[in-house]
């Protein structure tokens, strides 16, 4: 069988591949390119319909190898259903589409027309659970070599929804934790297809790499708790209608000295025949991991597919804050630096682009800033500096205002610090009044359980308006023209933020230093 299927794929290669005029095929030869472009088919292998009607999409498209052929003309899609008499029926509701009984023709006439049909799927009267059929898809076009593909149809739905995981707390540093899992079929028919759980976490949990069925990635640095660590594990035994299963062992993760708090995610799914699950560079050495019964209810249950548990550990992070203010790059202006400086011994991190801290600064009567050294998407020292515009929201960076939050983008990790810069003026009547920044939780929510309150918050002050200094701070190199920098200001996003919300920061994710 192997065989058959090596010399089909030869024979399809060759129709496919055709050779350019005058070319010949030899062993030294470079491969041949196409004379005219190729179909393919996307489309799902295996389709289930339930009581409620299922909607499809296929799609299809051409390739050429790079061989810049004419492009194909009077594309078209054929839908066989007649595989599925007895099973289910088709309907298709597009104006390019002309049916004969259950064979559907839809034709492209201009090739700006989009290369994708959605129809829907119903089951037929009297068929039963388990019933399968084919449905055939065929692509041709002129100029072009076509395709065929087919899809499994089954009558039934198997439902997948992962059960609740409690959070964890005050798990001690060091210690290795049990993380369990639940999983319940609530459709009406039992799953034919391999199951996928996977967990993904931040935050600083080692998972063990011990099972033979799953693989594991650390991130690309495991000793930062920002990093993020995955498992994916893949099982092949079915899970009946109704029934409820738990691990046959639960995973083990190690709760590091740099954890506050972790964040797991988990979810369960159904993979599609054919697909490879990804997800982990490094496979388990041990015995398999299994799924097995679990009697009675079971627990709570999620309303989906997954869900979210944190582990809080027996641990805190020291956050100082400090302030320096130094002369600027025009007369009478100065620059102040902001430094958030963890001494841990936890990192702190946030998730969901949610800041685990934030820094309020208030500058001194008498005074505005008019620009933030931090440019958005790029990967600079300074992070990003809010306009305050209430107890819970933020704005942009706006010039000519006193109130800021700056919001630590992804965390900011155990004897590292984030550092923020802003450039300032004083007003005429500046008399040397004091500012504050202090540092505070941000709205990740995660506590930090600080145990020095003292360095939380610092104050500063502007000396006599000096003349420009001839050094430029790092990241900045535009020359002063006197006027505000505002080629430096970072727009975070339109609109007003909400502090409680998402913080939109930089695109890419930037170490503390």
Same mark, same amino acid.
């Given at each position: 069988?192997?065989?058959?299927?090596?010399?089909?794929?030869?024979?399809?290669?060759?129709?496919?591949?055709?050779?350019?005029?005058?070319?010949?095929?030899?062993?030294?030869? @470079?491969?041949?390119?196409?004379?005219?472009?190729?179909?393919?088919?996307?489309?799902?292998?295996?389709?289930?319909?339930?009581?409620? $009607?299922?909607?499809?999409?296929?799609?299809?498209?051409?390739?050429?190898?790079?061989?810049?052929?004419?492009?194909?003309?009077?594309?078209?899609?054929?839908?066989?259903?007649?595989?599925?008499?007895?099973?289910?029926?088709?309907?298709?509701?597009?104006?390019?589409?002309?049916?004969?009984?259950?064979?559907?023709?839809?034709?492209?006439?201009?090739?700006?027309?989009?290369?994708?049909?959605?129809?829907?799927?119903?089951?037929?009267?009297?068929?039963?659970?388990?019933?399968?059929?084919?449905?055939?898809?065929?692509?041709?076009?002129?100029?072009?070599?076509?395709?065929?593909?087919?899809?499994?149809?089954?009558?039934?739905?198997?439902?997948?929804?992962?059960?609740?995981?409690?959070?964890?707390?005050?798990?001690?540093?060091?210690?290795?934790?049990?993380?369990?899992?639940?999983?319940?079929?609530?459709?009406?028919?039992?799953?034919?297809?391999?199951?996928?759980?996977?967990?993904?976490?931040?935050?600083?949990?080692?998972?063990?790499?011990?099972?033979?069925?799953?693989?594991?990635?650390?991130?690309?640095? @495991?000793?930062?708790?920002?990093?993020?660590?995955?498992?994916?594990?893949?099982?092949?035994?079915?899970?009946?209608?109704?029934?409820?299963?738990?691990?046959?062992?639960?995973?083990?993760?190690?709760?590091?000295?740099?954890?506050?708090?972790?964040? /797991?995610?988990?979810?369960?799914?159904?993979?599609?025949?054919?697909?490879?699950?990804?997800?982990?560079?490094?496979?388990?050495?041990?015995?398999?991991?299994?799924?097995?019964?679990?009697?009675?209810?079971?627990?709570?249950?999620?309303?989906?597919?997954?869900?979210?548990?944190?582990?809080?550990?027996?641990?805190?992070?020291?956050?100082?804050?400090?302030?320096?203010?130094? @002369?600027?790059?025009?007369?009478?202006?100065?620059?102040?630096?902001?430094?958030? /400086?963890?001494?841990?011994?936890?990192?702190?991190?946030?998730?969901?682009?949610?800041?685990?801290?934030?820094?309020?600064?208030?500058?001194?009567?008498?005074?505005?800033?008019?620009?933030?050294?931090?440019?958005?998407?790029?990967?600079?020292?300074?992070?990003?500096?809010?306009?305050?515009?209430?107890?819970?929201?933020?704005?942009?960076?706006?010039?000519?205002?006193?109130?800021?939050?700056?919001?630590?983008?992804?965390?900011?990790?155990?004897?590292?610090?984030?550092?923020?810069?802003?450039?300032?003026?004083?007003?005429?009547?500046?008399?040397?009044?004091?500012?504050? $920044?202090?540092?505070r939780p941000g709205p990740a929510g995660f506590p930090l359980h600080d145990p020095d309150a003292s360095n939380d918050s610092v104050t500063f002050a502007f000396g006599t308006p000096a003349t420009p200094t001839p050094t430029a701070p790092p990241g900045g190199t535009l020359p002063d023209t006197g006027a505000p920098h505002t080629a430096l200001i970072t727009a975070a996003g339109a609109g007003a933020l909400l502090l409680g919300t998402a913080v939109l920061v930089g695109r890419r994710r930037r170490r503390s230093h």
């Open positions: 069988m192997t065989s058959m299927r090596t010399m089909c794929g030869a024979v399809l290669t060759a129709v496919v591949f055709a050779l350019t005029p005058g070319g010949t095929a030899g062993a030294a030869d @470079p491969s041949p390119l196409p004379t005219q472009a190729y179909a393919t088919i996307e489309a799902d292998k295996q389709i289930n319909v339930g009581r409620a $009607a299922q909607p499809v999409d296929v799609s299809w498209m051409f390739w050429d190898g790079g061989a810049q052929v004419p492009a194909p003309t009077n594309e078209s899609l054929v839908i066989d259903a007649r595989g599925l008499t007895g099973i289910a029926g088709v309907t298709v509701d597009d104006p390019r589409c002309e049916a004969d009984g259950q064979v559907f023709s839809c034709v492209n006439k201009d090739s700006s027309q989009r290369r994708s049909v959605g129809f829907t799927l119903r089951v037929a009267e009297g068929a039963a659970l388990g019933d399968t059929g084919t449905l055939t898809y065929t692509v041709a076009a002129g100029r072009a070599t076509g395709a065929t593909a087919t899809a499994k149809v089954v009558v039934g739905v198997p439902d997948l929804v992962a059960g609740k995981v409690p959070d964890m707390k005050d798990a001690a540093v060091g210690s290795r934790i049990d993380v369990p899992f639940r999983l319940r079929n609530t459709g009406n028919l039992a799953t034919d297809r391999r199951i996928m759980l996977r967990w993904e976490s931040v935050g600083g949990l080692l998972f063990d790499r011990k099972f033979s069925n799953c693989a594991y990635d650390d991130g690309d640095d @495991p000793t930062e708790p920002g990093s993020r660590t995955t498992v994916t594990c893949v099982f092949t035994a079915p899970v009946a209608a109704g029934a409820t299963v738990e691990l046959s062992s639960p995973l083990t993760a190690t709760v590091g000295e740099r954890v506050l708090t972790g964040v /797991v995610d988990y979810s369960v799914s159904l993979l599609k025949p054919g697909v490879q699950p990804g997800g982990g560079s490094r496979q388990g050495t041990g015995p398999a991991l299994g799924l097995v019964p679990v009697s009675g209810a079971g627990g709570a249950f999620e309303k989906g597919a997954g869900g979210r548990f944190t582990v809080a550990a027996d641990n805190f992070a020291d956050l100082e804050v400090t302030a320096t203010a130094e @002369p600027g790059r025009g007369a009478g202006r100065w620059t102040l630096d902001v430094n958030a /400086v963890n001494h841990g011994p936890a990192s702190a991190y946030g998730v969901d682009g949610k800041a685990v801290a934030v820094v309020d600064v208030v500058l001194p009567k008498g005074t505005v800033a008019i620009g933030n050294a931090y440019m958005e998407g790029e990967d600079s020292p300074y992070g990003p500096c809010l306009l305050r515009v209430g107890n819970t929201r933020t704005a942009p960076f706006e010039a000519g205002h006193r109130h800021y939050v700056c919001p630590v983008p992804f965390g900011v990790a155990a004897g590292k610090s984030q550092l923020f810069e802003l450039w300032v003026k004083p007003s005429e009547d500046y008399d040397g009044a004091k500012g504050t $920044a202090t540092v």
